[in-house]
């Protein structure tokens, strides 16, 4: 007999994917109304998640990575962020017409998120353990011993070493990285079938980063997640990301696999990014490669918003919008001569 009780599914979420589709966010737009005026951080952003997929999100600072995870988790600040247009839509329910108390199985349960500070993101005053634990007793109903030999598994499964003596420690106790993984682990403890992970290694030394990388890229396989990374920094995404979309001033300019957008890019911007070796994540500082700073969101110039710091720019360039449109066999780009720059 069909139990009626109970919405939730065999993999004890409340959504189940629709052909392996976990997100579909659509024409999002979010904008900040602010005292100076209305910054259009998000304009017109479409993009999909599968089932065992990762997705890299990479645009300089600013481009509107993080306003995107957050609408996408619901944790902007309304106001002054206000979403004007769009959807997104997890397992076909778009979350931001979904009543609140709905939405609240979702968010955390199915959706998760991990930042790129994990200090501030741990509560200083508990025991890390105590934190993962507690996951488990308010979602899963489990008694304290079990909800803290739960914790240690998912402390070893992150590669804490001594985890079931350091259940006990707290976050300061830790080094940047092993905090990091301790974040990842309350990340996951729910079995989330989506994970965004926002700039998670920015914080960390390479050799750091190189092994959260891989870690993720672990997980993400053995769970079958749909993986979101955001990043500015394409060199530590590109082993572990099948798709990318690189941002410019709250738009999509081109998505791609990521190997073809490594050998041959589509848009400028794009180009001028991987010949950019330096420092994205410093706010201000110029790309070598291609020079200026990105737009004032609340002046964002007419055309192409990236044309003034473009040296393909023509007379079309600054007075029409280009769309995103296929260029070539699975690639897309929002450049009026794509052609030529795949050409390059
Ligand atoms: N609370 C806010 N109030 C006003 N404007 C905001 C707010 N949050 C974000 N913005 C605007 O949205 C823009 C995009 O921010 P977002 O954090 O998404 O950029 P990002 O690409 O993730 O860069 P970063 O790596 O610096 O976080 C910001 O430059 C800012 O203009």
């Not at 696999?257 to 990014?273: K, M």
Request: net charge negative.
């Amino acid at each position: 007999m069909t139990d009626t009780t109970t919405k939730t599914k065999p993999s004890g979420h409340t959504y189940e994917p629709v052909d392996g589709r976990l997100l579909d966010v659509e024409d999002l737009h979010v904008e900040f109304h602010t005292e100076e005026g209305v910054a259009r951080a998000i304009n017109g952003v479409s993009f999909h998640l599968d089932q065992g997929e990762s997705l890299a999100i990479l645009g300089e600072s600013g481009s509107g990575k993080s306003v995107t995870a957050q609408a996408i988790m619901g944790i902007l600040d309304m106001p002054p962020a206000v979403i004007p247009q769009g959807s997104i839509r997890y397992c076909g329910q778009d979350l931001l017409t979904m009543p609140d108390e709905q939405r609240r199985h979702v968010r955390g349960p199915e959706i998760s998120i991990i930042f790129q500070d994990a200090l501030s993101s741990l509560n200083p005053v508990f025991p890390v353990g105590w934190q993962i634990a507690e996951m488990f007793r308010t979602h899963r109903g489990m008694n304290k011993s079990d909800a803290l030999d739960q914790a240690v598994r998912l402390m070893e499964r992150v590669q804490i070493p001594a985890a079931r003596d350091r259940v006990k420690a707290y976050p300061h106790q830790f080094s940047g990285g092993m905090r990091q993984r301790i974040m990842i682990a309350m990340a996951i403890a729910l079995d989330p079938a989506v994970l965004i992970a926002d700039e998670p290694t920015t914080a960390l030394d390479v050799t750091v980063q190189a092994q959260i990388m891989s870690l993720l890229q672990e997980l993400q396989e053995e769970r079958q997640m749909g993986l979101i990374l955001i990043t500015h920094d394409l060199g530590v995404v590109a082993d572990v990301a099948d798709r990318i979309a690189v941002m410019y001033a709250g738009r999509l300019v081109e998505k791609a696999n990521v190997d073809e957008l490594y050998a041959s890019p589509a848009h400028p911007y794009t180009r001028g990014l991987l010949e950019s070796i330096p420092r994205l994540d410093q706010k201000g500082q110029t790309l070598a490669a291609i020079g200026g700073l990105p737009p004032n969101l609340m002046r964002i110039p007419p055309g192409c918003a990236f044309n003034p710091r473009c040296r393909m720019a023509r007379d079309v360039c600054r007075t029409d919008v280009p769309p995103l449109r296929e260029v070539a066999p699975g690639r897309l780009s929002a450049c009026h001569f794509a052609e030529e720059v795949l050409d390059a």
